[in-house]
């Protein structure tokens, strides 16, 4: 993760925003998960996600803030860090480990204008989804009747990691269409 950081800002100088989106979501009932997949979940959706937050932070604390932020930190979590999901275990338990890094990360660098949050969708309706026919499971599980389209999800991205974000730290927004409360 350093490299690939370090590589990112002697590119682009300053980095105001980094987007944590990379995740595995491999299906296995509950007490069929293997050891390789439960350190494959891990490394990806923890890990990964921990150290690059890490070499973020390194690098927004030596900047200047502009509107009183140096940087801001969104990770893309899951509903499923919420709800039971014993066909997908180990991936809903990295989910609730990134909430609850997220918090933490955003209760440490407050002090240093750092705004770290969240954004925790239902399925979406994204190609891979389609691919492997997911769509009518995910619109079955939807009050909404269909998955979110992966724009309606980046909205809220955006928002939580874009300039009009000042205030907000160590949130996790719920984007369901009404599935976490179904």
Aim: aromatic share 6%; hydrophobic share 45%; with cysteine.
């Amino acid at each position: 993760c350093h490299a690939a950081f370090e590589a990112i800002v002697s590119k682009l100088g300053r980095v105001d925003t980094l987007i944590n989106c990379a995740a595995i979501y491999p299906r296995r009932p509950l007490l069929e998960i293997t050891d390789a997949e439960w350190d494959a979940s891990n490394g990806i959706n923890i890990k990964g996600t921990y150290h690059m937050m890490a070499e973020a932070v390194r690098h927004m604390q030596s900047q200047e803030p502009k509107a009183q932020v140096r940087g801001r930190i969104v990770n893309l979590t899951s509903v499923d860090a919420f709800k039971a999901h014993p066909q997908n275990a180990h991936y809903a338990a990295t989910k609730a480990a990134v909430v609850s890094l997220t918090r933490s990360f955003a209760h440490h660098v407050a002090k240093d204008g750092i705004l770290v949050n969240s954004v925790a969708p239902a399925g979406m309706a994204t190609e891979k989804a389609k691919a492997l026919g997911f769509l009518e499971e995910l619109a079955k599980a939807s009050p909404l009747g269909r998955g979110a389209e992966p724009t309606e999800i980046a909205e809220w991205v955006l928002m939580t990691g874009g300039p009009k974000n000042t205030y907000m730290t160590g949130e996790n927004v719920i984007v369901s269409g009404g599935y976490i409360y179904a």
